[in-house]
């Protein structure tokens, strides 16, 4: 079946401007992550949405960035005002449940670029 | 804190040699290990998921061990590939009330050469 899907798969923006991440889940998946990877750098959890749960949003580095899920489907990564500091790649990942019982499938990135 | 370390954070072998990968992890409780591989511009893809009770996990040339009393874990790929040049991600998740998250490694980026 279909995986996980992103898009757009690269976004170029200037400082300054707002950008939004869409994330598409595989059907059923309850769970939906959204991670930030830096150049040569590991993943960085950002959000986690459970269900109908309030997410947490532990991992969100600024008040700039924001996301929302509908229901268990699309959920979409909101960047204000963005910085050259948020350039990275944005992976979105889903699973049947939590991680501490389902594995995460993950989606192919957003690369973001602010110049 | 919950912290994964994964070393070395870079290797270069011949293709058809072997190399091993080591994570250590303080994650706590613990209820699993996974070793993801990532390739270039793509995102990480599930290669092993080791429990509690597990020491020992292969999927085709690769071999996760895991010894959850010094809280270590190896992943062993034999024979390498060019194909096998890729970064390797070890994720450690908890039990109860942190079961929400994983805890990720940095990972360790391996080139396979000719």
């Known amino acids: 079946g279909a995986g996980v899907s992103q898009s757009p798969s690269n976004k170029v923006t200037e400082k300054g401007k707002d950008v939004e991440l869409r994330c598409d889940p595989i059907?059923?998946?309850?769970?939906l992550y959204w991670y930030r990877q830096r150049l040569g750098q590991g993943l960085e959890f950002l959000i986690y949405f459970q269900g109908n749960s309030a997410p947490d949003k532990s991992g969100l580095p600024s008040d700039r960035f924001s996301a929302e899920r509908t229901g268990e489907s699309v959920s979409t990564l909101t960047i204000q005002r963005t910085q050259q500091e948020d350039s990275a790649v944005y992976l979105c990942?889903?699973?049947?449940?939590?991680?501490?019982?389902?594995?995460?499938?993950f989606g192919p990135g957003t690369r973001l670029t602010v110049t | 804190k919950n912290q994964v370390e994964q070393s070395p954070q870079s290797l270069i072998i011949l293709e058809g040699k072997n190399c091993t990968l080591q994570?250590?992890?303080?994650?706590?409780?613990?209820?699993?290990l996974r070793w993801y591989k990532q390739d270039t511009g793509r995102g990480p893809v599930s290669l092993t998921i080791?429990?509690?009770?597990?020491n020992t996990k292969s999927n085709g040339r690769y071999t996760a061990t895991l010894d959850a009393d010094t809280k270590q874990s190896s992943l062993h790929i034999t024979a390498s590939q060019l194909s096998d040049s890729a970064s390797y991600i070890c994720v450690v998740s908890a039990r109860g009330t942190n079961a929400g998250k994983s805890t990720f490694g940095d990972g360790t980026t391996l080139t396979v050469k000719p």
């Open positions: 080791m429990t509690f009770s597990e």
């Open positions: 059907s059923g998946h309850t769970a």
């Open positions: 994570c250590n992890y303080t994650v706590s409780p613990f209820s699993n």
């Open positions: 990942a889903s699973s049947l449940g939590r991680p501490s019982s389902y594995e995460q499938y």
